[in-house]
């Protein structure tokens, strides 16, 4: 009596962790009310061999189940419950925007730099300190853009220094020398307005196809004229070749500058 009141309270409080265990629970119920009864020589030899032969064995498989799946929850495992599909998760990518085949992009936050064109993986670092050390054609270059004379001379002989800061998709150009300038960049983002003594420019930049520099695309409006800046490093990476070209809207002939750095830093 006191194992039947003991293992009822237990199982109690046991049934709602292990689920529905009513099987198991009034098998051994009933196999402990025939064991009583059968000690006291109140059932028949054919009850005394379903008890040891059936009932008992049942309860032995039954009780070895539910310790597995004890254990099982113990340990945190679930049992299997049929197959389970799982939920469709959207797709991640390195590099905004991202697109899947039936949508066209993804919604850029509002604070976020909307940069056209990708970095490409190879692209060189332009971060260094380079001094000019070869002009070509610079003279000429300034002359098409109606410098003077005096202004021309002493800046083809002038040695400035271009430092360039290149941290991800931002790049940033200061020029100390003759002429100075400090802009920063995105490349592929939106224009930057600059000053060359007194014109105005509409700057952009983006990146050479081969990923070796990046080109500065200049325009100015009210001088109808535009240039194209190409920042490129050599192989071993110790010298920039910069070459301007400038084109005109009124159809002159364009004319190329080309200036050659070395990196001091």
């Known amino acids: 009596h006191n194992a039947l009141e003991w293992y009822l309270g237990t199982m109690g409080r046991q049934r709602s962790q292990l689920g529905d265990n009513n099987t198991f629970f009034y098998t051994f ?9 059968a000690e006291k020589g109140q059932l028949t030899d054919f009850l005394q061999w379903a008890i040891n032969f ?7 498989l039954k009780s070895a189940h539910s310790l597995l799946h004890l254990f099982l929850w113990r340990c945190g495992a679930q049992p299997a419950a049929g197959p389970v599909t799982p939920e469709p998760t959207a797709p991640t990518c390195a590099i905004a925007p991202c697109h899947n085949d039936d949508t066209t992009a993804r919604a850029v ?4 730099v909307v940069v056209d064109e990708p ?11 380079y001094k000019l050390i070869e002009n070509r ?14 202004l021309r001379k002493a800046a083809d002989g002038a040695r400035p220094t271009h430092k360039i800061m290149h941290e991800g998709q931002k790049l940033r150009i200061r020029i100390t020398g003759i002429i100075t300038a400090d802009t920063t960049y995105v490349v592929g983002g939106e224009e930057v307005e600059t000053r060359i003594r007194d014109r105005v420019f509409r700057d952009r930049v983006t990146y050479l196809e081969d990923g ?11 001088e109808g004229y535009r ?21 005109f ?17």
């Open 29 to 37: 119920t009933l196999c402990l009310i025939l064991g009583s009864a």
């Open 54 to 60: 059936i009932l008992v064995p049942l309860y032995a």
């Open 109 to 112: 936050e509002k604070d976020e």
């Open 119 to 129: 970095r490409p993986r190879d692209i060189v670092d332009m971060t260094g300190t």
């Open 137 to 150: 054609g610079f003279q000429e270059f300034l002359a098409a853009q109606g410098v003077p004379w005096a």
């Open 212 to 222: 070796d520099g990046v080109q500065v695309h200049k325009v100015a409006d009210a």
């Open 227 to 247: 240039i194209v800046v190409t920042r490129r490093l050599s192989s071993d990476r110790n010298q920039m070749v910069m070459r301007s070209r400038a084109t």
């Open 249 to 265: 809207d009124d159809g002159r002939q364009s004319v190329e500058a080309v200036q050659t750095l070395q990196r001091v830093e």
